[in-house]
Each structure stands twice: as structure tokens, then as C-alpha cells.
T-cell receptor
Framework: GAGVSQSPSNKVTEKGKDVELRCDPI?????LYWYRQSLGQGLEFLIY????????KSGLPSDRFSAERTGGSVSTLTIQRTQQEDSAVYLC???????????????FGEGSWLTVV | AQKITQTQPGMFVQEKEAVTLDCTYD???????LFWYKQPSSGEMIFLIY??????QNATEGRYSLNFQKARKSANLVISASQLGDSAMYFC????????????FGTGTQLKVEL
């Protein structure tokens, strides 16, 4: 597609349930990122993938969060046993390259709005 | 660790006027990139402009320009000829070249353009 596509756009789930959020990056982009934006908070880095390299998981807030990227394209962010504090907008982004000195532009999707009740 | 500071939680500007959104950063790494993103109420993060730490000239993209003052560690965004559609949240962000394109964001500035 022309841009980064995320689904679902909105998700309401009950506390304790698992959720999966999907991201389809821009075709040809080798780097994929997940960020979280909570109400009243800034954007927090969660995880990124680059090609076949091991992902950088340094931003994941707990072991209830995990992500995978299949075939170097689509990524799924999974949150297990959701808590109310997980309510946020989860933004996916992609870019052409990693470790670029030229600042390859990072393009974001419209986000998945997660509400845990 | 790197840090981005945006000290203006909210700004107002008259339509057709210019406005400057402040951003300061802190890093000991000599190689980095600075970004500005616009986030309208729809939630999408829209890339506006990029400045590399070794770039000699200030970046410009249409009505957007980045006033890069390396010694002061500031990267202010200037929007000329403001339009009603410019009303949005604006985020300054930084990435370190050695850290991939992982972005550290500021807390944002809410810009309101008035008639």
C-alpha cells in the first residue's frame, strides 16, 4: 500500500484478555518500529525490527508485551493479560534503512487505539 | 541518554502569520538526526522536516524551516504563513546514527491557528 497500515483502528477489550495489533509497513521498507502514546504522555519507543537482525526489544514495558515480524514485512504486537494502564494508541512506523546517517524518513501509520475496560 | 525538551505546551498564532515552535535537545553523541512531526486530531504522525547534525544549512520544506543552532542544541521549527489546517500537535524528535532510527520524542506543542 501507499502508507503504513494498521489494524484494528480501534479496539476495546476486557482486562485480562490478550490482544493482537497488526502493522503492514510501506512496501520495501526494511525497518519497522512500534511506539506507544498514552493519554498525557509522550511517545514511547517499544521495539524495532531491521531485516533478519534480532529485534531491539529494549522499550517493551513488561514481558506481557511481545512482537514478531513475519517474512520481513507484516508485524504483530501482542499484549497478554491486558491491564488498564495498557490503554493507549499504538503506532507503527517504517523506514528504508537502519543506522542511516542521512536520516531516512520514518513514516507512521494512523495507530491502533486500545482501550482496556 | 538523549533527551528532547519542548517547553511550549500550547501556542496560538493568527492565520497568515509565522510561528516558531521551540525544541532543545541533549546528547553527547556527535552524529544524530532531528525530526519534526505533526499530529492532527486524527492521530496520524506526519513527517515534516529533517536536519542532520552535520548538515551545514538549515533544512527547509515548503512553509516549514528548521532553525538549527548546534552550539545551543536547539532545533526550532518555523512555520510561515500559518493556515487553519496547521492546527495540530507538533513533536520534535531525535535519533542517534549509532542507534538506528529509534526516535526519542519531546512532549509536544499544541498549535492553534486562529482567524
Amino acid at each position: 500500500g501507499a502508507g503504513v497500515s494498521q489494524s484494528p483502528s480501534n479496539k476495546v477489550t476486557e482486562k485480562g484478555k490478550d490482544v493482537e495489533l497488526r502493522c503492514d509497513p510501506i512496501s520495501g521498507h526494511t525497518a519497522l518500529y512500534w511506539y506507544r502514546q498514552s493519554l498525557g504522555q509522550g511517545l514511547e519507543f517499544l521495539i524495532y525490527f531491521q531485516g533478519n537482525s534480532a529485534p531491539d526489544k529494549s522499550g517493551l514495558p513488561s514481558d506481557r508485551f511481545s512482537a514478531e515480524r513475519t517474512g520481513g514485512s507484516v508485524s504483530t504486537l501482542t499484549i497478554q493479560r491486558t491491564q488498564q494502564e495498557d490503554s493507549a494508541v499504538y503506532l507503527c512506523a517504517s523506514s528504508l534503512a537502519y543506522r542511516s546517517a542521512s536520516g531516512n524518513t520514518i513514516y507512521f501509520g494512523e495507530g491502533s487505539w486500545l482501550t482496556v475496560v | 541518554a538523549q533527551k528532547i525538551t519542548q517547553t511550549q505546551p500550547g501556542m496560538f498564532v493568527q492565520e497568515k502569520e509565522a510561528v516558531t515552535l521551540d525544541c532543545t535537545y541533549d546528547t553527547s553523541d556527535p552524529s544524530y538526526g532531528l525530526f519534526w512531526y505533526k499530529q492532527p486530531s486524527s492521530g496520524e504522525m506526519i513527517f515534516l522536516i529533517y536536519q542532520g547534525s552535520y548538515d551545514q544549512q538549515n533544512a527547509t520544506e515548503g512553509r516549514y524551516s528548521l532553525n538549527f543552532q548546534k552550539a545551543r542544541k536547539s532545533a526550532n521549527l518555523v512555520i510561515s504563513a500559518s493556515q487553519l489546517g496547521d492546527s495540530a500537535m507538533y513533536f520534535c524528535a531525535m535519533s542517534l546514527t549509532g542507534g538506528g532510527n529509534k526516535l526519542t520524542f519531546g512532549t509536544g506543542t499544541q498549535l492553534k491557528v486562529e482567524l
